[in-house]
C-alpha cells in the first residue's frame, strides 16, 4: 500500500518539499492577520522549513491584530497555528513576495488567506482537491478503527479506497500543473505530482515545461538533480555501484553480489512501514533463497544497537550494511531515496529490472525470473 510509506516520511529532512537556503536572493514576505472574535490575549505561531530546519516566528494579538514579517529562499508553504487551549487548527499558507491577508473568526478554527499570486494559486489548488482531503481524512480514520479491533478485511479496503483517491487527487494536480504551467507554486505542484518514487520518462517533460525562474528556485535545482539519478536507476540500466561497511565494520560492495538476483532493500528498524513489510521481505527470501536470489539490506539507522535488535527480531537473514547516518546515508543520497521502505532488484550482471516491489508482487515477480 502506498500509503503507508507516509509514516517514514514525516519527518525525513530528505522528504521535505522546502528550499534549501541559499545566500543571494530572498523572497520578503508580510502577512496581516486579524481575528474576529478574540475574548482574551492570544499567540499565533508561524512555521515553515529552510535548509531542513522548522523555523518557527510568534506574534502576539490582543486587539485582534498580527503581523508576521520574513524572508525565504523561494515562495513556499507554510503553516499558522495558535497556542489558545483547545481545539484548533492550522492555516496552510503559501509564502510569496508581497502581504499575505489572514481573516479569522475564532481562534479555535482555522482561517482563510489571500492577496499574493501565490496564496491565490495555493486556494486554487485546494478548491479542486478539497473533496479528496475531506474523503481521505474519512477514510485514514476508518482504518485506524479497523486497526484497532484488528479487523483485516476492513484494513484492506480502507487501504484500497486510500490508494484509489490519492490517484484521483495526484490526476487533478497533474491535470491543474499542465493547464497552469506559469503558475507560481509551480515547483510545490510537481513534487507533488512526482511523489517519492520518480518516473523521470513521465515527468522530465512537465518539469522542462515551468518557467526558468521557477526552475532555478533552490527547489527547481534540488528536482533536476532527482531527475539526473532517476534516469541512471531506469530499469534495464546498470545499479550504482557502492560500498558500505556492514554492523563489524567490515564493507561489503554491491559488485559482491554478481551472479545472482539481488534485492536492495532501504529500510530503517525506527520505520514503521519498514517493519511491517519485513515478513513478506522474509517469506521471500526464504522461497528463493536456494534459487539464486539474495538481499543486501541498507539501513537508515543511526543507532547500531536498534538496527542489530531489529534485524535479530525480524528475522532478516541476509546481507547488511550501514554507515549509521539516518536519512545521510551516503547509499541512499546514491540512489536519492526520499521515502523508505524502497527497493531495487538486480539481475546477475548487476542491471536493474524492476524497482519498489512489496508483498505479493515481489514474490511474482522472483516466482517469474527464478523459475
Given at each position: 500500500?502506498?500509503?503507508?510509506?507516509?509514516?517514514?516520511?514525516?519527518?525525513?529532512?530528505?522528504?521535505?518539499?522546502?528550499?534549501?537556503?541559499?545566500?543571494g536572493h530572498k523572497v520578503p514576505f508580510h502577512i496581516e492577520g486579524?481575528?474576529?472574535?478574540?475574548?482574551?490575549?492570544?499567540?499565533?505561531?508561524?512555521?515553515?522549513?529552510?535548509?531542513?530546519?522548522?523555523?518557527?516566528?510568534?506574534?502576539?494579538?490582543?486587539?485582534?491584530?498580527?503581523s508576521f514579517d520574513g524572508k525565504v529562499p523561494e515562495p513556499q508553504?507554510?503553516?499558522?497555528?495558535?497556542?489558545?487551549?483547545?481545539?484548533?487548527?492550522?492555516?496552510?499558507?503559501?509564502?510569496?513576495?508581497?502581504?499575505?491577508?489572514?481573516?479569522?473568526?475564532?481562534?479555535?478554527?482555522?482561517?482563510?488567506?489571500?492577496?499574493?499570486?501565490?496564496?491565490?494559486?495555493?486556494?486554487?489548488?485546494?478548491?479542486?482537491?478539497?473533496?479528496?482531503?475531506?474523503?481521505?481524512?474519512?477514510?485514514?480514520?476508518?482504518?485506524?478503527?479497523?486497526?484497532?479491533?484488528?479487523d483485516e478485511a476492513a484494513q484492506k479496503k480502507a487501504e484500497t479506497?486510500?490508494?484509489?483517491?490519492?490517484?484521483?487527487?495526484?490526476?487533478?494536480?497533474?491535470?491543474?500543473?499542465?493547464?497552469?504551467?506559469?503558475?507560481?507554486?509551480?515547483?510545490?505542484?510537481?513534487?507533488?505530482?512526482?511523489?517519492?518514487?520518480?518516473?523521470?520518462?513521465?515527468?522530465?517533460?512537465?518539469?522542462?515545461?515551468?518557467?526558468?525562474?521557477?526552475?532555478?528556485?533552490?527547489?527547481?535545482?534540488?528536482?533536476?538533480?532527482?531527475?539526473?539519478?532517476?534516469?541512471?536507476?531506469?530499469?534495464?540500466?546498470?545499479?550504482?555501484?557502492?560500498?558500505?561497511?556492514?554492523?563489524?565494520?567490515?564493507?561489503?560492495?554491491?559488485?559482491?553480489?554478481?551472479?545472482?538476483?539481488?534485492?536492495?532493500?532501504?529500510?530503517?528498524?525506527?520505520?514503521?512501514?519498514?517493519?511491517?513489510?519485513?515478513?513478506?521481505?522474509?517469506?521471500?527470501?526464504?522461497?528463493?533463497?536456494?534459487?539464486?536470489?539474495?538481499?543486501?539490506?541498507?539501513?537508515?539507522?543511526?543507532?547500531?544497537?536498534?538496527?542489530?535488535?531489529?534485524?535479530?527480531?525480524?528475522?532478516?537473514?541476509?546481507?547488511?550494511?550501514?554507515?549509521?547516518?539516518?536519512?545521510?546515508?551516503?547509499?541512499?543520497?546514491?540512489?536519492?531515496?526520499?521515502?523508505?521502505?524502497?527497493?531495487?532488484?538486480?539481475?546477475?550482471?548487476?542491471?536493474?529490472?524492476?524497482?519498489?516491489?512489496?508483498?505479493?508482487?515481489?514474490?511474482?515477480?522472483?516466482?517469474?525470473?527464478?523459475?
Open positions: 500500500m502506498k500509503r503507508l510509506i507516509v509514516a517514514a516520511v514525516l519527518f525525513s529532512p530528505a522528504a521535505a518539499l522546502f528550499a534549501q537556503e541559499k545566500k486579524s481575528v474576529a472574535r478574540q475574548e482574551q490575549p492570544a499567540k499565533f505561531y508561524l512555521r515553515y522549513r529552510i535548509d531542513g530546519k522548522t523555523i518557527t516566528d510568534s506574534a502576539v494579538t490582543t486587539d485582534g491584530k498580527f508553504i507554510a503553516q499558522l497555528v495558535t497556542a489558545a487551549p483547545g481545539k484548533k487548527e492550522a492555516t496552510s499558507l503559501f509564502l510569496g513576495k508581497g502581504t499575505t491577508k489572514v481573516a479569522i473568526t475564532d481562534v479555535f478554527l482555522k482561517g482563510t488567506a489571500e492577496g499574493t499570486k501565490e496564496q491565490d494559486a495555493f486556494n486554487q489548488l485546494n478548491a479542486l482537491t478539497k473533496p479528496f482531503s475531506k474523503e481521505m481524512d474519512d477514510l485514514i480514520r476508518d482504518y485506524r478503527k479497523a486497526a484497532e479491533a484488528k479506497r486510500m490508494d484509489e483517491v490519492d490517484a484521483s487527487r495526484t490526476a487533478v494536480i497533474r491535470k491543474y500543473l499542465t493547464d497552469n504551467p506559469s503558475t507560481p507554486i509551480g515547483m510545490y505542484l510537481l513534487n507533488q505530482v512526482a511523489g517519492y518514487e520518480l518516473n523521470a520518462t513521465d515527468i522530465e517533460p512537465i518539469f522542462k515545461s515551468l518557467p526558468k525562474k521557477i526552475r532555478r528556485y533552490p527547489s527547481g535545482k534540488q528536482f533536476a538533480e532527482r531527475l539526473e539519478i532517476a534516469k541512471k536507476l531506469t530499469v534495464g540500466n546498470p545499479a550504482i555501484e557502492f560500498s558500505q561497511n556492514d554492523a563489524s565494520g567490515k564493507p561489503v560492495s554491491l559488485s559482491s553480489f554478481r551472479g545472482k538476483y539481488v534485492l536492495v532493500d532501504f529500510w530503517a528498524s525506527w520505520c514503521g512501514p519498514c517493519r511491517a513489510e519485513n515478513p513478506n521481505v522474509v517469506k521471500a527470501y526464504n522461497k528463493y533463497k536456494d534459487k539464486g536470489f539474495t538481499i543486501l539490506g541498507v539501513s537508515f539507522d543511526e543507532k547500531k544497537e536498534k538496527w542489530e535488535q531489529a534485524i535479530q527480531q525480524d528475522g532478516l537473514a541476509w546481507t547488511h550494511v550501514s554507515d549509521l547516518k539516518g536519512w545521510s546515508n551516503e547509499v541512499g543520497k546514491l540512489y536519492g531515496i526520499r521515502a523508505i521502505p524502497q527497493n531495487v532488484l538486480l539481475d546477475p550482471q548487476g542491471k536493474i529490472v524492476a524497482k519498489n516491489l512489496r508483498a505479493e508482487a515481489l514474490d511474482a515477480k522472483l516466482a517469474e525470473l527464478l523459475k
